[in-house]
């Protein structure tokens, strides 16, 4: 909290030494802990007051309640998206698909043998 080294807690020992004297060095001490732990109390009642008074917490949970709704909503974007492409690409199986379809009548048709129209007409009178 004050970044104190062993050198400086040292160097406030010995002046605190040979300002109070060794008699009164304990009192002192006991004093200034009191001190100290009041300080700390009446920051620490401080700050509640002023977190309850802001409502800290509240406004803490809306803002991560607000972050998953952004996350939410950058999630549906990206859903959106896929579906798009999706569409997209089963639109242009269909289209394969049924240009397979009909390249393949066009094929079997093809194959299919034909007779000609003298061969018809002599099949069917005799």
């Known amino acids: 909290m004050f970044d104190i080294g062993l050198p400086e807690l040292l160097l406030v020992s010995v002046v605190a030494l040979l300002v109070v004297g060794p008699d009164r060095l304990p009192e002192s001490i006991r004093t200034l802990s009191l001190w100290l732990g009041r300080f700390r109390r009446s920051f620490a009642n401080i700050k509640q007051e002023i977190e ?66 003298d061969e018809k007409s002599r099949n069917s009178s005799g």
């Open 52 to 117: 309850n008074e802001i409502g800290a917490d509240e406004i803490r949970a809306q803002i991560y309640n607000e972050s998953i709704l952004e996350d939410i909503a950058k999630s549906k974007e990206t859903l959106e998206e896929v579906r798009t492409e999706l569409t997209g690409a089963v639109a242009e199986v269909d289209g394969s698909v049924n240009d397979l379809k009909a390249e393949a009548t066009l094929n079997f048709q093809k194959q299919q043998p034909t007779e000609p129209d």
